[in-house]
């Protein structure tokens, strides 16, 4: 597992991340334990360096220089910033970074960086940026799926503490109990998936408080998955009387479920039926004969046929490419009482997003999120997922998807719309709908792409576009209209 520490980063002898050789004690307390350390054991160790005084810096085998020491805490920022940008001009290659400066020398490489990037500045406007945090430590609640890469990947791998915070990711076993926390401030923030924050602004399954998502986490992503019993019924038309899951009534999952079984002529209500159940439930149910099939997010589609209980009918890209699915969200309390550490936590995420949008980072982020303090999944299977590279249950072959999930973290308002219009079509909230008022109230796309232009990546010029789902366009200037075009629905 991958953690960036505050070493030097003009130092050659300094590794910038935790290896196998680190001699830490946490590190060397997870050498101990094949289990591994739960989280709080580990952020028991780390407080305990901090007060002695180390940064968590790591040497290279060779005897190198001790760990330093910081007076105080900007001088700790100043290490931060350096640390980042050093990274980020090596690509996040830590071997190559050192093999640089043994060639060059790291006062050579600060001198030519100096000359590109005015470094006191920088630190200096990073500084005011961010403003002093009104609180560090945060609990972020995240359920064990594919999709919360970002949140999960961002602890192990110093995303959180890139920008100062101190974030305990917390295994959550549902979309009900991480609501009901987020909702009673048990958790700072949360994984969610993209219907929830707008259904709990509105007041739909919840009472209504006022949330916003700043950050899609993934798309694409998901898979409807059946029993290897069905492998001769690959027509949707043959699935009346099938039992389906999905992990939550205000999920993609369910409302792309509804929209494929409808458009083959399937009335989700009433031909099928169709449960909540929580996603790490998923498979046991299929094995059980409880489900026929699922829609699930991974690694449960994937781990279905890694326990050769169920194949891949379809990957959900193929009814909607690009589909939003989960997502990032807080209270918009949350961001108004506390706008520096909201702002710094936005960052992280948006940060650790176009981190794991990269292809060539995927098989390092699968190995660090597949222990048991994280998803509890074999890493061949989360390997499989965000890789994309795969065997579906009924072909002995290895497909090669490399967007079957990415990350993108622009909350399209279009998509917001979509999930409005799907909402209403299935009885989930009725009455005259603001589409793009609750939209662009929820979903803050033109604060996201700010965090985008401050961290160097490029946002969409706009927010608003329209789709092609199952060869339907959906215009989003007429919700109503595209409500009404369809012939199975509740309203």
């Known amino acids: 597992m991958s953690n960036k520490s505050l070493g030097n980063p003009f130092d050659a002898d300094t590794r910038l991340t935790h290896t196998a050789s680190c001699s830490c004690d946490a590190c060397s307390a997870e050498a101990a334990n094949p289990g591994g350390l739960g989280d709080r054991e580990r952020q028991i160790l780390l407080e305990r360096q901090i007060e002695a005084g180390a940064s968590h810096a790591h040497t290279a085998p060779a005897a190198g220089p001790a760990s330093p020491q910081f007076d ?26 050192r093999q640089f400066i043994k060639l060059v020398g790291g006062g050579t490489l600060a001198a030519a960086l100096g000359t590109i990037l005015p470094m006191d500045k920088v630190k200096a406007a990073v500084k005011d940026s961010i403003g002093p945090l ?8 995240f359920v064990p799926i594919t999709c919360a890469t970002p949140i999960i990947m961002a602890q192990p ?14 295994k959550t076993a549902g979309w009900a109990v991480a609501r009901d926390k987020s909702l009673n401030g048990e958790y700072d923030a949360s994984h969610m998936l993209t219907p929830m924050p707008l259904a709990m ?44 899951g999905v992990p939550f009534d205000y999920s993609m999952h369910n409302f792309l479920l509804r929209y494929y079984v409808a ?8 031909d099928i039926q169709i449960r909540v159940v929580p996603p790490p439930e998923m498979v046991a149910n299929l094995r059980a004969g409880n489900l026929d099939g699922y829609l699930s997010p991974d690694p449960f589609n994937q781990r279905a046929v890694y326990e050769k209980v169920g194949f891949l009918h379809t990957l959900t890209k193929d009814i909607w490419e690009g589909h939003p699915c989960c997502a990032f969200a ?33 098989a390092e982020i699968a190995k660090a999120i597949s222990p048991k303090n994280y998803l509890n999944q074999p890493e061949i299977v989360v390997n499989q997922v965000l890789t994309g590279r795969y065997v579906d249950g009924l072909e002995k072959k290895v497909y090669d998807v490399p967007d079957r999930i990415d990350f993108d973290p622009f909350p399209w308002h279009s998509m917001a719309v979509w999930i409005l219009t799907q909402m209403k079509r299935w009885g989930y909230v009725e009455g005259d709908i603001d589409y793009t008022g609750i939209a662009e109230q929820v979903y803050v796309a033109s604060e996201t792409a700010e965090v985008m232009k401050s961290l160097g990546y490029e946002p969409p010029a706009k927010t608003y576009e329209n789709y092609t789902i199952m060869g339907k366009e959906f215009d989003y200037t007429k919700p109503e209209e595209y409500i009404a075009s369809f012939a199975i629905k509740r309203t």
């Open 72 to 97: 105080s805490s900007e001088d700790m920022m100043d290490r931060v910033i350096e640390s980042a940008i050093v990274r980020g001009v090596f690509g996040h290659n830590d071997a190559d970074r």
């Open 134 to 141: 009104e609180k560090t430590k945060l609990k972020v609640g």
């Open 157 to 170: 791998m110093g995303f959180y503490a890139k920008y100062g915070l101190d974030v305990d990711v917390i």
């Open 201 to 244: 602004t509105m007041g739909a399954g919840s009472t209504a408080t006022p949330y916003i998502m700043p950050a899609v986490e993934n798309i694409n992503g998901q898979a409807i998955v059946l029993h290897n019993k069905h492998k001769d019924k690959r027509d949707p038309k043959q699935w009346k009387g099938f039992k389906f």
């Open 263 to 270: 458009e083959h002529g399937i009335d989700p209500d009433q």
């Open 330 to 362: 807080c209270s918009q309390k949350f961001a108004t009482e506390m706008p520096n550490t909201y702002a710094a936590l936005f960052k992280s995420i948006v940060d650790a997003t176009h981190y794991s949008h990269k292809a060539e980072n995927r």
